[in-house]
């Protein structure tokens, strides 16, 4: 048994004659950010399907906290303590932004009260509170998610990954399209969140993955081209070739 967060061993997933993810492994240790990066296609969204359980590998194992959860579907994913924010946002636009935090809080309730509607689970009521404080957006909680800024559902869709208190939080680009000031706030917000979880984070922002990461995972056309500290990582000769293009 392994003491990391999230281990994968050999997790591969072919499309057709493509293979999306080739053989990946790498641990994320708990309480750590753990960056996953690549130029685009390199199969980083693919490997994040794979271990939230949105697609099922071709082979390979996904451990976490050390149980084998191979295959499981997101929603089993979310009660084993696993959770996500997508690439392209996930929200229900036409809900408004407390009605997106309540809902998902109350994915996890047991399975007769998430049948009752939302106002009856105070818990749930009582997360979406909490999550509306801590994320600034009080002051919008009775507007349409579709209405926000797109810096405001980026941060709305980390909320509602967070509102059934995940132990293991996946991030995909989060700070896509995200004005300079909204990034830096992200950035900050996910290093406090590392205090209290283990984050998984795809991100473009070299800058930012330099900063905020532990550790670095470097994909290449579906394999694992590189693994190490930030520093280890960008000084590689095959991460630079590859990746940063120049030497
Ligand atoms: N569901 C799918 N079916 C077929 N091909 C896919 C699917 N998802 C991703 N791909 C392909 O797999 C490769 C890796 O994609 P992706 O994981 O999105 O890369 P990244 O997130 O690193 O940009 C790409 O060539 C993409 O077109
Ligand atoms: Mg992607």
């Given at each position: 048994m392994s003491a990391a967060a999230l281990s994968v061993h050999d997790l591969t997933v072919n499309f057709g004659a493509?293979?999306?993810?080739n053989s990946i492994s790498f641990d994320a240790a708990p309480g750590r950010i753990t960056s996953v990066i690549g130029p685009n296609g390199a199969g980083k969204s693919?490997?994040?399907?794979?271990?939230?359980?949105?697609?099922?590998?071709?082979?390979?194992?996904?451990?976490?906290?050390?149980?084998?959860?191979?295959?499981?579907p997101p929603f089993r994913m979310l009660a084993a303590g696993l959770a996500r924010s997508f690439q392209i946002t996930n929200l229900f636009f036409e809900l408004s932004v407390i009605e997106n935090l309540r809902l998902a809080a109350q994915i996890?309730?047991?399975?007769?009260?998430?049948?009752l509607p939302v106002a009856r689970s105070p818990r749930a009521l009582r997360r979406a509170d909490e999550l509306l404080e801590s994320f600034g957006l009080s002051g919008k909680a009775h507007e349409l998610a579709g209405s926000l800024s797109h810096g405001e559902q980026r941060r709305l869709e980390i909320a509602v990954a967070l509102a059934?208190?995940?132990?293991?939080?996946?991030?995909?680009e989060p700070t896509q399209g995200m004005s300079h000031g909204d990034t830096a706030e992200t950035a900050e917000m996910i290093r406090r969140l590392a205090g209290e979880m283990t984050v998984l984070l795809i991100e473009h922002d070299i800058g930012l993955v330099m900063t905020l990461s532990d550790h670095v995972v470097v994909m290449h056309?579906?394999?694992?081209?590189?693994?190490?500290?930030?520093?280890?990582v960008r000084a590689d000769p095959a991460v630079q070739a590859a990746y940063f293009g120049h030497a």
């Open positions: 493509l293979v999306a993810v693919s490997l994040f399907n794979l271990i939230s359980g949105a697609i099922r590998p071709t082979a390979g194992m996904v451990r976490l906290e050390g149980v084998d959860v191979t295959g499981r996890l309730e047991p399975p007769l009260r998430s049948l059934g208190y995940p132990r293991v939080l996946l991030l995909d056309q579906g394999r694992k081209l590189a693994e190490g500290t930030p520093a280890a």
